[in-house]
């Protein structure tokens, strides 16, 4: 790693910090998609939603280690979204106290990311999803170098993208896809040979602008 990505990573790692000990989230902003048809589509939606979870974990940023965050290319077995990239996490179980035991537990399930291992910074505001899914993404740090263990029936792969990259929201790409007959809009980012998209990238880039947001308000 050179030196101007290694500033970049304390940069952005620096700030996500910074971000979330300004910002308690109490009562966060929902995560919007990026085609208003489908955030019309939803509102309208008859009938309740699923609640999940997802973790996004952010390594610590530390001498000559980059600040990640850890990401899942889904099983190809999987009758929901298969090969798809993904963060960690799943549906509420009965037995979960809250939104952030729901991310911690799947996370272990699916990635072995044990939850003793994980600094909860704070939350992101739901997404609703046209599957019928309410997500609520969670924000944790972990330490570099951590040894997973990916469940084979649920994850294909578990890669690291920059921090750096996830958090520019100029790294993201508009496209459009089709969806119930119709072209719906997606943001999409390509990092090396994974392309990301869809709700994930559009969680992430939330997260990016409400970064970028908060400094240009301070």
């Known amino acids: 790693m050179n030196n101007r990505e290694d500033s970049d990573s ?3 790692f620096d700030d996500l910090l910074a971000y979330f000990s300004q910002n308690k989230n109490d009562n966060p902003e929902p995560i919007f998609h990026p085609d208003n048809s489908v955030n019309k589509m939803m509102i309208e939606r008859p009938g309740a939603l699923r609640k999940a979870s997802v973790l996004i974990p952010i390594t610590r940023h530390r001498p000559g280690k980059k600040s990640e965050i850890v990401l899942t290319v889904r099983s190809e077995n999987l009758n929901s979204h298969p090969g ?3 963060l960690p996490g799943g549906s509420e179980e009965p037995d979960d106290s809250d939104v952030v035991a729901t991310a ?3 996370s272990e399930e699916e990635i072995g990311l044990a939850q003793s291992n994980v600094e ?6 739901d997404m609703a999803l046209p599957s019928g899914f ?9 330490e570099p170098d951590l040894e997973f263990l990916p469940c084979p029936i649920e994850v294909a792969e578990i890669f690291h ?3 750096s990259l996830l958090m520019n929201t100029d ?12 072209a719906r809009k997606v943001l999409e980012l390509q990092f090396e040979r994974f392309r990301i998209w869809g709700a994930t990238a559009a969680i992430l880039y ?13």
Do not use: C
Not at 120 to 125: A, M, P, Q
Not at 134 to 140: F, K, L, N, R, S
């Open 120 to 125: 909860v910074i704070g939350r992101l505001g």
């Open 206 to 218: 939330h997260l990016a602008q409400m970064i970028e947001n908060s400094k240009t308000e301070n």
């Open 134 to 142: 309410q997500i609520t993404p969670i924000v944790g740090l972990i």
């Open 10 to 12: 304390e940069r952005a």
């Open 161 to 163: 993208a920059p921090l």
């Open 104 to 106: 911690l537990r799947e």
């Open 171 to 182: 790294s993201y790409n508009s496209t459009s896809m089709t969806y119930d007959n119709h």
């Open 84 to 86: 798809q990239i993904s």
